[in-house]
C-alpha cells in the first residue's frame, strides 16, 4: 500500500529522510474508497481492528469486514438526507461503531466532527450551532444522551439523532438498522477533490472558545510520518495509542496512518483509566508499538511495571504534552526501553519526533517531520540561531501547503487569513534548537514568565519538580509580583504517602534550585488534589492564573 504514495519508503539517515521523503497524492484521493476498500480487495483477510473492553466484550475486524460494514453503514447514512458536505459529530468514545460510521463518512464525502463524551449540554449547542451540524451520532451511554437532548431544542440544524449500542426513545437504533442496508456501494461518478472537507476538530480552548480546525481529503497522507517513521507501526501488528475517539490524537494514533501502513488498530474501550488494567491489557494482547500521554506512564510508574511483561512492546511513543525527562528515565530502568516523544498540534500531524535514526534526548521534541519547514522566529521575525528561544513555525506555505496541515478555521475567514494567509503558519509554542539540530519545548507564548528580567519557561521547571518523588503532576505558571513584576508558582499534585507541610515546600524549592538554574526555582507553592485541565487532558494554566489574579 506504501508503494502506492511514497517513491521512497526506507531512508539510511535523518538527513536522507528530512531531504528525500515524499508523497504522491493522488488527483481525487478518498481515505475509505482507497485505503479501505484498497486493503480488502488485496488482503480481504488483513486484521484491521481488534477492540476490547472492561466487560468482557471482544470483536476483530479484517479489512474486507470494515469495508463491507461502512458500505451498509454509508448507504443507511444515505437515507436519512446525510450526502456529501453534510456534517455529522460523533460522540462514541471508544466503541468499535466508531471506525464503521466514520470510513462510511469518509465514503460519502460527509464532514465528520470527532467529539469527546464529555461534552456538556453548552458545547454541543455551541458546536451543532457553529459548525451547523445535521446529524448526531452518540454512544448509549447516559450522561452523554442526557446532554445531547438537553442541546436539541437549541440546535436547529440537527436533523437526526442516532444511538450506538442501545435503544432509546426518539433516537434512531444504530445497530438495529444499518444491517438492513446494501453492503456495495459505488465510487461515486462526481469523484472527490482533495481540497473537499473531510473533518473538523474542535480546539481545546485552553484560553478561548474551540476554533473549528479544518482538514482536507489528504490530511490521512500526512499521518504516514506519524505512524511508521514515529510511532514505528508495523504490518498486521498490533498498534495502541490510547486517546477517546474525540480528539485529534485518534486521528493521528487510532486509524489514518496505521491503517495505510497495515498496522492493525488494538482498540481498550476502557471505562475509566486504571494503570494496572491498561497494563493488564498490553501485556494479554501482546501489543508491538504503543503510544499514551505523559499523564498516563506517570500513573503507570506509580505501579509496579515490572510485574507486567511488556516485552512485547518494541516501540513506546507519546504526545499531548510536553514529556518530563524523569519519567523517560524510569520508563527505560523497569523496561528498558526509551520513550520517543513527538510534537503537533489538531492543526496538523505530527510536527517534531524523535526518529528511529538518533538516539531521542530525554527532555527533547526531536527533530523536523519532513513534511514541514519548521523554523524558529525572534519578536521581529528573524531567524533565531542555535541555542535562542523562538516560536515555532511552518516556513513557505505560500509556496506549497504541506500535506497535513490544516486548509482553514471553519467559519473563520478573518482567522484563517490571519494565521494560513501569509509566509508561514505560526504555531504559538516556544522552543530552542541546540547545536545537534534537537528541539526543547519552553511553553506556549502566553505560559513563559518574566522574572526579574529572566525568561522563565514552565517545561523546564515541572521537568525538576517531577523528579522529586514527593510529585506525580505540578503546573509551574507567573504569579504577580510587586517588586519582581512576575515570580514562578508550583500548583503541585503530591505522591502517595506525602502531605502538605513547610518543611516540604522548602524542600521542593532547594531541590528545583540544585536541578536547574536557581533563579527558576518556585517561590510560591500551592498543593492540590487535582489540576485543572481540558477535557482533551492538557493542563489549563491560564485557569489557575485567572484564579491567583481573582484571589489578589
Not at 497494563?279 to 501489543?287: G, N, S, W
Not at 505530527?350 to 535514526?357: E, K, S, T
Not at 497535513?404 to 509566509?423: I, P, V
Request: hydrophobic share 40%; aromatic share 12%.
Amino acid at each position: 500500500m506504501l508503494e502506492k504514495f511514497l517513491p521512497r519508503i526506507e531512508f539510511s539517515s535523518y538527513e536522507d529522510f528530512k531531504e528525500n521523503y515524499t508523497v504522491n497524492i493522488p488527483k481525487n484521493f478518498n481515505f475509505g474508497f482507497d485505503i479501505v476498500d484498497g486493503w480488502a480487495e488485496s488482503e480481504p483477510k488483513k486484521p484491521a481492528l481488534l477492540w476490547c473492553d472492561d466487560h468482557g466484550g471482544e470483536r476483530r475486524f479484517t479489512f474486507k469486514d470494515i469495508s463491507r460494514l461502512s458500505n451498509k453503514t454509508a448507504n443507511f447514512f444515505k437515507s436519512i438526507g446525510i450526502k456529501k458536505g453534510s456534517v455529522v459529530m460523533m460522540i462514541l468514545g471508544r466503541r468499535w461503531e466508531y471506525w464503521i460510521c466514520a470510513v462510511a463518512l469518509h465514503k460519502l464525502g460527509a464532514i465528520l466532527i470527532p467529539a469527546t463524551i464529555q461534552l456538556t449540554k453548552k458545547d454541543i449547542i455551541y458546536r451543532a450551532n457553529a459548525a451547523q451540524i445535521h446529524t448526531i451520532i452518540c454512544q448509549n451511554n447516559d450522561f452523554v444522551l442526557t446532554q445531547a437532548e438537553l442541546a436539541l431544542p437549541e440546535s436547529p440544524s440537527v436533523k437526526n439523532h442516532i444511538i450506538v449500542n442501545g435503544k432509546r426513545e426518539g433516537w434512531l437504533p444504530f445497530n438495529e438498522l444499518f444491517e438492513d442496508f446494501s453492503d456495495t456501494l459505488e465510487r461515486p461518478e462526481e469523484d472527490f477533490v482533495n481540497s473537499d472537507p473531510l473533518l473538523i476538530y474542535f480546539t481545546s480552548g485552553t484560553t478561548s472558545m474551540p476554533k473549528m480546525v479544518l482538514h482536507d481529503q489528504t490530511y490521512p497522507l500526512g499521518h504516514i510520518v506519524t505512524a511508521k517513521y514515529w510511532q514505528q507501526v508495523q504490518e498486521n501488528k498490533l498498534h495502541m495509542s490510547v486517546s477517546d475517539s474525540g480528539w485529534a490524537k485518534f486521528g493521528w494514533g487510532k486509524i489514518y496512518g496505521q491503517w495505510i501502513c497495515g498496522a492493525t488498530v488494538f482498540a481498550y474501550d476502557m471505562d475509566k483509566f486504571v494503570p494496572v488494567k491498561l497494563l493488564e491489557m498490553l501485556q494479554k494482547y501482546r501489543v508491538t508499538t504503543f503510544c499514551a500521554p505523559p499523564t498516563m506512564y506517570r500513573f503507570m510508574l506509580c505501579e509496579d511495571v515490572q510485574s507486567y511483561d511488556l516485552s512485547s512492546i518494541q516501540h513506546f511513543a507519546t504526545a499531548g504534552e510536553p514529556l518530563n525527562p524523569e519519567v523517560v528515565n524510569k520508563w527505560k530502568a523497569f523496561t528498558g526501553k526509551l520513550i520517543y516523544e513527538g510534537f503537533g498540534q489538531s492543526e496538523g500531524t505530527v510536527l517534531l519526533a524523535n526518529f528511529q535514526w538518533f538516539d531521542p534526548i530525554p527532555g527533547s521534541m526531536g527533530k523536523p517531520s519532513p513534511i514541514y519547514d519548521i523554523k524558529l522566529i525572534d519578536a521581529n521575525g528573524n531567524v533565531c540561531e542555535d541555542g535562542d528561544e523562538g516560536e515555532i513555525i511552518v516556513d513557505h506555505i505560500d509556496q506549497k501547503h504541506p500535506v497535513g496541515l490544516f486548509t482553514a478555521y471553519f467559519g473563520d475567514e478573518e482567522m484563517t487569513r490571519e494565521k494560513l494567509g501569509g509566509r508561514y503558519y505560526n504555531l504559538g509554542d516556544v522552543a530552542w534548537r541546540d547545536s545537534n539540530g534537537y528541539y526543547w519545548f519552553v511553553g506556549r507564548h502566553d505560559d513563559v514568565i518574566k522574572c526579574s528580567g529572566y525568561r522563565i519557561g514552565p517545561f523546564e521547571v515541572e521537568s525538576a519538580l517531577i523528579e522529586h518523588p514527593a510529585v506525580v503532576e505540578c503546573a509551574i505558571t507567573a504569579a504577580a509580583d510587586p517588586i519582581r513584576g512576575q515570580v514562578v508558582k508550583a500548583t503541585v499534585v503530591l505522591a502517595k504517602g506525602y502531605e502538605p507541610s513547610d518543611a516540604l515546600v522548602k524542600e521542593l524549592q532547594t531541590h528545583v534550585k540544585r536541578t536547574t538554574a536557581p533563579y527558576k526555582y518556585p517561590r510560591i507553592v500551592e498543593f492540590v488534589d487535582e489540576l485543572p485541565k481540558t477535557i482533551g487532558g492538557k493542563i489549563k494554566r491560564a485557569e489557575i492564573r485567572a484564579k491567583d489574579l481573582k484571589q489578589n
